[in-house]
């Protein structure tokens, strides 16, 4: 069965190109535009890989990856947040999140399946 | 599909959304004047970093370092080291503006306006206070520099490694790093699990094991960085080069010798170690799969949630939309000729013929009405340019203005929606720049120095009326009166209605504004507004109290491709006239027809003169009879003037699908375009607009010359 991978971003480009990439190569992709939707669809179904932006509306990345940390779930999922190079405060907030790790922005479709590859 | 079309589909869709990141910010911005509101700041934030991420991503470096300045101070802004300044509010919308510009220029792949958007950066920088940084290229070169540094690569390289106990929790697998060390070179891992303790104090969650890992392999320092990054923090890490095949055991290689003996000694513990890791996988892994089962029996759940984040909408060419709607035509045309069909035989079955021609026509109609919603959008793609030019307006002008939209979910056709956006901005620009009075003159007139600007849109029968409402000073009727006989667009004792004056303003050539402003006023443009929504087959007035303010009104129909008109016959012809265009149909009494100079024939509604068109004349066809008062006399209204058009007979009246006769003839004049009947002969609509004014330039005189 194919690893079943939860991409959360606010923008629809970003979602556009994810799922394009990972469902090339193999991978189940679902989507959520923000936290508060991707913490739904993680409460309704199992995923074996969270892939989240930072800055979304309503709930944004880091809040939701503390979110489903606490989810009994998702205590071993691995989760990356997706990170513009400038922030290494931000990467620290997402490990102390309880992130795995992270992909740096701009990254092209090799880079993020080669991330990805590194926790599936 | 190869990667690279693929991503410039994507990269189609980022254009889009860009545009829609920078309406919210350039929305957020203009609210952003009256309440420095956090979660305002944080929008607009949100939607800068968006379009810098997604410009990086799709290799657009210009626009993302652009961004980078905008993301920078609005960040600042949102973590309050900024302050939220009007002339940070103005660098910002002009940032807006530029980047539109980048954007669009990008997607066409035009040359960028470097100039411009090198003076924008420096008003950035210089509102950040860095005018002679350039920070990212300076980290960018410290990375590399860094690279660089380490090209004197080992033959190897021993890494001690000592993760903090979460290392598991976070899924940080220890396992999946040494995978990946072994693809960079030979690796030799040794667990040290000296600090495991015993199994009752054992947490199966954290991660007690410590390694020393030998690598042989000619790899800079960078490749072993990036295994590590995700562990980095809090854990000991340390990197010793080794000299490979040849060991050239300096004075810290030698240090970590005997940790790794101690490893070695302890190599077998690494066995008992990882049944336990693969253990607490299972159980995440168990966890894992029974929600799994429940997603199964709620699969609806998902794709609705899916849906809702992307408003429910779809982007459908224009193009394909059309050519539904010209099907959907053909198919009413059909409808149409099978009932009149059905009402020239006469068997037992034609009431079931009937029925199901009735049937058919609901059908048809319905269907044509779904599918023209698809052409229809809300009338604030056109408003929501309103907020930004009032605001730029207001600042040139030194006015104080609150512009208030209202009705802006009335849906209109897009088509309709394009051409009116641009006499809207018109009227607006108008309004303010004539109609409404600086702070000083509004205090001076007893009113709030804040003026008032409305935009309201509503539905009114099957027509759609947008207002333009200000409480500014209100037309000089005086003036515009007194003007008019100077330019003689009036005769010198022609006696007006105030609502003729004030109608006045819509005249070729008629301009009020005492000195011409770069912002509107130079004669041409309330006649060009009017062209435009008569050639949309609207229709606008305005209504104006002196020293309260005016009132722009313009009506217009809802679509473009059917029309409710009214069916007239001549002689063998039957036309159409739009119904928008009929003032009213009278029966002509012979004393009030009066034949003036010039075969022109006159006549006397009321008290006012109205030229008489006969369209036997007009299109050359034979009618039962040419004199008026047998016939029917339809007063037909557009631009402000009126005429009588002469007709045999008013038949019935009927939503008509419009084919353009430019596209399947050629254009005629006088002839809006053409239908199909439903006994499959074509009709031709009368484009009353052309057909008023080319009979007021051979009337007009005529009447003023009667009248007096």
């Known amino acids: ?120 | 599909m190869t990667i690279d079309l693929e991503m410039a589909e994507i990269a189609k869709v980022f254009f889009q959304e860009s545009r829609e990141g920078l309406d919210v910010m350039e929305s957020g911005l203009l609210s952003l004047g009256a309440t420095a509101d956090r979660e305002n700041i944080n929008t607009i934030f949100r939607a800068a970093h968006s379009i810098k991420g997604g410009s990086a991503t799709f290799g657009f470096a210009e626009v993302a370092g652009f961004t980078h300045g905008v993301e920078t101070l609005l960040d600042e802004m949102r973590n309050g080291v900024r302050p939220v300044t009007a002339e940070a509010i103005q660098t910002l919308l002009q940032a807006c503006d530029c980047l539109r510009e980048m954007i669009a220029a990008t997607e066409a792949e035009q040359p960028l306006d470097q100039v411009r958007i090198a003076s924008l950066n420096g008003d950035i920088k210089h509102i950040l206070g860095e005018a002679n940084e350039a920070p990212a290229p300076a980290r960018a070169a410290g990375d590399e520099a860094a690279g660089t540094h380490a090209a004197s690569e080992p033959g190897g390289w021993r890494v001690r490694f000592e993760p903090v106990a979460d290392l598991l929790r976070l899924r940080n697998e220890p396992t999946r790093m040494f995978a990946e060390l072994r693809r960079l070179g030979t690796m030799v891992a040794h667990a040290d699990t000296s600090r495991l303790p015993l199994l009752d104090a054992l947490d199966p969650e954290s991660c007690y094991v410590s390694w020393n890992i030998d690598i042989t392999a000619q790899i800079p320092r960078g490749k072993l960085d990036e295994v590590f990054d995700w562990v980095d923090s809090g854990c000991r890490l340390e990197f010793t080069p080794t000299g490979g095949s040849a060991p050239v055991a300096a004075a810290p290689g030698a240090a970590a010798q005997p940790q790794a003996a101690a490893g070695d000694a302890w190599s077998a513990e690494t066995k008992a170690v990882s049944p336990n890791e693969t253990k607490t996988v299972a159980l995440a892994e168990a966890k894992a799969a029974a929600p799994a089962d429940a997603d199964r029996s709620a699969p609806g759940g998902a794709p609705a949630q899916k849906a809702s984040g992307d408003s429910g909408s779809i982007r459908v060419a224009t193009e394909k939309v059309d050519n539904i709607i010209n099907l959907v035509g053909e198919l009413l045309i059909t409808q149409s000729m099978l009932s009149s069909f059905a009402d020239g035989i006469d068997p037992n079955d034609l009431d079931r013929l009937r029925q199901g021609l009735s049937q058919l026509a609901r059908n048809t109609r319905e269907l044509q009405e779904s599918v023209m919603q698809i052409r229809m959008l809300p009338i604030s793609f056109a408003f929501n340019r309103f907020p930004r030019i009032v605001h730029d307006l207001s600042r040139k002008l030194a006015k104080k203005v609150e512009l208030k939209l209202s009705g802006e979910g009335t849906e209109l056709d897009k088509t309709v929606l394009e051409k009116i956006s641009d006499p809207l901005v018109h009227l607006v620009r108008n309004a303010l720049d004539h109609g409404l009075e600086t702070p000083e003159r509004r205090v001076a007139a007893g009113k709030h120095e804040t003026g008032t600007l409305e935009l309201a849109a509503f539905h009114e029968g099957g027509n759609i009326i947008i207002e333009v409402r200000d409480d500014g000073a209100g037309l000089n009727k005086a003036k515009i009166l007194q003007k008019a006989r100077e330019r003689a667009l009036v005769a010198p004792d022609q006696d007006l209605t105030d609502e003729q004056i004030d109608n006045l303003i819509f005249m070729p050539g008629f301009s009020t504004a005492e000195q011409i402003s770069d912002v509107s006023g130079r004669g041409v443009g309330m006649d060009v507004v009017r062209r435009n929504i008569n050639d949309l087959g609207g229709h606008v007035q305005i209504a104006s109290k002196e020293g309260l303010g005016s009132t722009i009104r313009i009506r217009l129909p809802l679509t473009l491709a059917i029309l409710d008109g009214q069916l007239v016959r001549v002689g063998k012809e039957i036309y159409i006239i739009s119904l928008l265009a009929i003032v009213e149909t009278i029966q002509v009494a012979r004393e009030r027809v009066n034949t003036l100079v010039g075969h022109t024939e006159v006549f006397r509604l009321r008290d006012e003169y109205l030229p008489v068109v006969k369209l036997c004349d007009q299109f050359g066809v034979e009618p039962d009879s040419r004199s008026a008062e047998d016939g029917l006399l339809v007063v037909l209204e557009a631009d402000g003037k009126r005429v009588g058009v002469l007709v045999d007979d008013l038949l019935a009246q009927q939503q008509v699908v419009i084919k353009s006769l430019e596209s399947n003839f050629k254009s005629v004049a006088g002839i809006a375009g053409a239908t199909i009947l439903g006994d499959g002969t074509v009709a031709l609509i009368i484009d009353a607009p052309g057909l008023i004014s080319s009979a007021a330039k051979q009337g007009v005189g005529a009447v003023a010359a009667h009248a007096a």
């Open chain 1, 1 to 120: 069965m194919s690893k079943k991978i939860l991409a959360v971003d606010d923008s629809a480009s970003m979602r556009q190109m994810v799922l394009f990439t990972l469902q090339g190569a193999g991978y189940e992709v679902v989507q959520a535009c923000d936290g508060v939707e991707a913490l739904e669809l993680a409460r309704q179904s199992a995923v074996d890989l969270v892939l989240t932006d930072v800055h979304m509306p309503r709930m944004d990345g880091i809040t939701l990856v503390r979110e489903l940390r606490g989810l009994l779930n998702y205590k071993f999922v691995p989760m990356l947040i997706l990170t513009t190079e400038s922030s290494q405060e931000k990467k620290m907030d997402g490990k102390r999140a309880g992130a795995t790790g992270w992909i740096v922005k701009p990254f092209n479709p090799q880079q993020l399946l080669a991330t990805v590859a590194r926790v599936l």
